[in-house]
């Protein structure tokens, strides 16, 4: 072997020791954003165990308290511990946040799957359906879907899926359309693997992966969306916890108690963060980078 | 070409760069260890070295653009008489475009793909001088003419990405030319180049050295710097390791690496010579003839025929003919090479052979049995038998797969999790015929240097035992040394192995190295064809014959 060879190895060896050790040690704000959502998780299954008091128990005595010990995210205009409601929320919001997600990235994969393979004729009637959705505004949209069926939860939640389907549709199918005619997938077509295995090893994976990010993103996203609809009170209703309802309950008061509205915002806020962390250190551990 | 009463007429001149000790080092890592050099008017300077050996530092160093975070020391920096060892960035500012042009290597990421040409050399002469505006566009036409641009005024309209290649280079050697800068610096200026454009480019910049420009060359290819430089500096980690006339360092070079570098130029080497050092080569030819003919059997029926084949596309301009009737038969263990231009056809070919499109008319036989015309779910079970590597090996992978994986997967095996290295499998000792480290499974292609790649590339194709590989440009996009090794391996296996080759590539020097015949490709047709030897020394056509004059190659090698 070259003395060329020799050091390229040495410098390949380093780089296969870091990718090691990037493979054992998550960074530090991929562990916090983790504690986060397990904290999120427990929060949504066992509320009772995170919360400090009824999220519903009415308290006249103790109504527009601000921050303190004993309520640490300050009481509502009922007396009723914001902190316990933001609790009892999570469960509400993280649902209309995933399903709503849910379904937009599977009429999205729907929609990019028809018009990636379903050759040229659908390819075309699928892509005009998806600028026909474009077209509108998301929340517009969405206000249609809610002026049909009513408002609601699970309305808002569809609404908010359909209104982002059209995004991922188009990243779906032109991820499809790149990785089908790439090289790699020439090369296992070279090797005789049959379509339906390299479907299944290169193309999807490596078209969904990077979508599994853009959901991840796509969950606070759909959670802001869907409070947006509650605050309008479209969505979920009063005296349901939801963030968005509480943030719409809370708006009154904006100026002698901020705490009502500043708790619910901060939660989806980080719930949106985590989650989005949490989704981009998931595809670097698949890709292989720290 | 240089000779030594040239060299003494530079000398007496005053130098435009005068460096001494020249140092830069990005954080406490040093990558130019004190390179000292000289360029004065007319003269060509010719800096040689591998990828990562720091000759673009260096010259990126004498404009000031070494790069962020770079600190660059020297005992003397001297551009143009004046000391800019610690100048100012304003300072470096008057000396790019008016002191020293730069020409780089890619002109379609260098020139704005939005702004036509013409307004690009325009900017030159707009921000730093004081022209009028109708003197300032007679003046790029002017350099567009002088570079040689067919219907200049037409050119300066156009983007960079309306133009093909050769143009390409010619409108950004147009815009480094534009205040006319005593000192010209291009940095790989024709790698990316076919060799009749290189060839082109090439004499432009002889004839902007005549004008009395100098010119400082920084390349990885000796055979293209023997044409033009008086004297190469031959770099090595950041060193230079030998200095000296053109005539000198090619023809006696004291340094082992010199030598090296010189051995690795593969035109005008024999077939079966090792190109590299310490390449593994097999058992040895009794002699070179007896090695090639025996391999020709030439009264087996060919593994792979294309008889009559063509194709074509549908483009902006109506049908293109990309395969236009081409008749060609690879036998066992021989290697034909393909020799063309870009878009002369030779990867529309190389689909065809491995069946990932099927032409419009003629076919292709595999063994003496139907190829082409079969339905794929017949072909499938078959196409084992022939194998391919690329130019860009790294895009072949599947970004997400360890080696061991995409080698497994090759197999048709399914790689434990625990397996690391690969001995479970034999990944190992795949990787040990393509001069790899075992340790290399655990990695992804990413991480690897290019040389590395291919051979991965290579290891892959070997997984599936084929019979022929087809190897389209599998070395253009590596260093001379690194090129050497991969012809090295290919050789080493195909003698091996009884491999059939079909050795596609623009490079005559390497093709002539490589092959048994070749074949060579003109805008889809095939107009010539014979025994290496035959095309090489008598060629018939006068597209070959001009093809040969103007691809590199070494004038003289030392003994």
């Excluded at chain 1, 408002?151 to 779906?172: D, K, Q």
């Excluded at chain 2, 551009?79 to 379609?108: K, M, P, T």
């Amino acid at each position: 072997m070259s003395e060329l060879e020799l050091r390229q190895t040495r410098v390949a060896a380093s780089a296969d020791h870091l990718e090691a050790r990037g493979r054992r040690f998550p960074l530090p704000s991929t562990l916090l954003a983790g504690a986060f959502v397990i904290f999120l998780g427990v929060s949504t299954v066992f509320p009772a165990l995170v919360w400090t008091q009824e999220p519903n128990a009415i308290e006249a005595t103790e109504a527009f308290e601000a921050p303190s010990l004993a309520h640490w995210f300050g009481t509502d205009e009922s007396g009723r511990d914001v902190y316990s409601r933001v609790i009892a929320g999570t469960g509400t919001s993280l649902l209309i946040g995933v399903s709503a997600t849910s379904i937009g990235l599977l009429l999205g994969l729907v929609l990019g799957v028809l018009a990636s393979f379903g050759g040229r004729v659908l390819d075309f009637g699928v892509n005009r359906v998806i600028e026909v959705m474009f077209a509108f505004p998301g929340l517009l949209l969405a206000l249609l879907v809610i002026v049909v069926y009513g408002p609601g939860p699970v309305t808002a939640t569809v609404a908010v899926g359909l209104s982002t389907a059209p995004g991922y549709a188009r990243i779906i199918r032109s991820r499809l359309l790149s990785i089908r005619s790439s090289h790699y997938v020439e090369a296992a077509r070279v090797l005789g693997h049959p379509a339906s295995a390299i479907l299944a090893r290169h193309v999807l994976p490596n078209a969904l992966l990077p979508i599994f990010v853009l959901a991840t993103l796509g969950v606070g996203q759909a959670i802001v969306w869907a409070s947006a609809l509650s605050y309008l009170g479209l969505g979920a209703q009063p005296p349901a916890a939801e963030w968005g309802a509480m943030l719409a309950a809370g708006r009154t008061y904006l100026a002698g108690a901020w705490w009502l509205t500043v708790f619910p915002g901060l939660m989806i806020v980080a719930t949106t963060i985590a989650t989005t962390v949490l989704g981009r250190a998931l595809v670097r551990h698949g890709s292989g980078q720290r | 070409m240089s000779d030594n009463t040239s060299a003494a007429r530079a000398a007496a001149r005053p130098p435009l760069v005068d460096v001494r000790g020249l140092r830069v080092a990005f954080g406490s890592h040093e990558v130019v260890h004190g390179v000292s050099l000289r360029v004065t008017a007319g003269e060509c300077v010719a800096i040689v070295g591998e990828s990562g050996s720091g000759k673009s530092v260096t010259a990126r160093a004498l404009l000031g653009l070494a790069g962020t975070g770079a600190r660059v020391g020297s005992d003397r920096l001297e551009v143009l008489g004046r000391e800019l060892g610690d100048a100012s960035e304003r300072a470096w500012q008057q000396i790019r475009g008016r002191g020293i042009g730069l020409v780089l290597q890619d002109a379609l990421v260098s020139l704005d793909p939005l702004r036509p040409i013409g307004r690009e050399i325009d900017d030159a002469l707009r921000i730093h001088g004081r022209m009028a505006p109708s003197a300032r566009r007679s003046r790029v036409l002017d350099l567009l003419e002088r570079v040689g641009m067919p219907d200049p005024p037409a050119a300066a309209r156009r983007r960079s990405g309306e133009l093909s290649g050769g143009l390409r280079q010619r409108a950004l050697i147009a815009s480094a030319l534009a205040l006319d800068p005593p000192l010209l610096i291009a940095d790989e200026p024709t790698t990316a180049l076919d060799v009749s454009v290189q060839a082109r480019i090439l004499a432009l910049l002889a004839d902007i050295r005549s004008a009395g420009t100098g010119l400082l060359l920084i390349s990885h290819d000796l055979a293209v710097v023997g044409r033009l430089a008086d004297r190469i500096l031959v770099m090595r980690g950041g060193e230079v390791v030998e200095e000296g006339t053109t005539d000198q360092v090619l023809g006696s070079p004291s340094e082992p690496y010199t030598r090296a570098l010189i051995a690795a130029v593969p035109a005008d080497r024999p077939r079966g010579t090792a190109l590299s050092r310490g390449a593994r080569t097999g058992p040895a030819p009794a002699s070179p003839s007896a090695d090639v003919l025996p391999r020709n059997r030439r009264g087996d029926a060919p593994l792979l025929r294309l008889d009559e084949v063509s194709k074509s596309f549908s483009a902006p301009t109506g049908r293109l003919r990309a395969v236009d009737g081409v008749s060609l038969e690879i036998h066992r263990g021989e290697t034909l090479g393909l020799v063309g231009e870009s878009g002369s056809g030779k990867t529309t070919v190389a689909r065809l052979a491995l069946a990932l499109a099927i032409p419009d008319s003629g076919t292709v036989l595999l063994d003496g049995t139907p190829w082409s015309a079969l339905p794929e779910r017949d072909r499938r079970p078959a196409r084992s038998r022939i194998g391919a590597i690329y130019q860009d090996a790294l895009s072949s992978f599947d970004p997400r797969w360890t080696v061991a994986r995409i080698l497994a997967d090759a197999r048709g095996l399914r790689v434990p999790r625990r397996d690391r290295n690969g001995s479970a499998t034999g990944i190992a000792d795949l990787l040990d015929s393509v001069g790899l480290d075992a340790s290399v499974a655990g990695r992804r292609p990413l991480t690897l240097s290019g040389g590395q790649r291919q051979r991965v590339a290579i290891a892959r194709a070997l997984a599936a035992e084929p019979e022929l590989l087809i190897c389209d440009e599998p070395v253009s996009a590596l260093d001379v040394t690194i090129q050497a090794q991969i012809l090295d391996l290919l050789d080493r296996l195909q003698r091996e192995r009884g491999l059939a080759l079909l050795f596609i590539s623009h490079d005559l020097g390497v093709v002539q190295h490589m092959s048994d015949r070749v074949a060579v490709m003109r805008s889809g047709r095939i107009i010539e064809s014979g025994t290496a030897e035959a095309v090489f020394t008598r060629p018939q056509h006068p597209y070959t014959v001009q093809l040969l004059a103007d691809s590199p190659r070494l004038a003289h090698r030392p003994a």
